[in-house]
């Protein structure tokens, strides 16, 4: 049985008793570096997930008479690897446990709804500036190619710096920091983070 264990947005303190069990029976564990080492006492098989999927694949496809929980950052079917396992293997072949996902917690932590928003990310995606400048609010996981800076300059050259930009960066980490700031003002690099576009208008 293949588990796809949603981590929430960062630590173990974030997944649920459903996600923790769902470890401590898996003979095999795989995932990302950072998500393997808060796992020490593991005893069983375990493989790290780069961008090596079709490794991935073969080595899950070599493992079926095994239980192997696969470790996924936030919410594994929100832009995660949970879609690509379920195209693979087929929904019946895998279960998934649904984590909090970068942009729950950061709505979570600076008090906006989710009413009515348009979820999106940025990571390993080209992405529709045109599309995000049409919606009133954007929920947006980013990556270091296309960060806040970046998707403020294409929000601004479609005439929405008056939008607010909230910020959220190392969710759910020692060093979380969460900036409300106008599109206009938007120039700084920025560390791992998702984002919420607000058009208040």
Known sequence: MLTVVG??????HLM???ARQAVAEAQALVGGSRHLAQFPAFGGERFALGANIPQLLAWLEARQDKTVAILASGDPLFYGIGTRIVAHFGR???????GISAVQYLCARAGIDMNEMWLTS????SVSFDELARHRKVGMVTDARCGPREIAAGLAARGKGHCWMVIGENLAMDNERIRWLPV???NDQYDMNAVVI???R
């Open 16 to 18: 649920t008793p459903a």
């Open 92 to 98: 019946q072949r895998v279960r998934i446990i649904p």
């Open 7 to 12: 981590m929430g947005p960062a630590g173990l």
């Open 184 to 186: 206009s003002e938007v």
């Open 122 to 125: 940025s990571h390993g995606r």
């Open 198 to 200: 607000l058009d208040e």
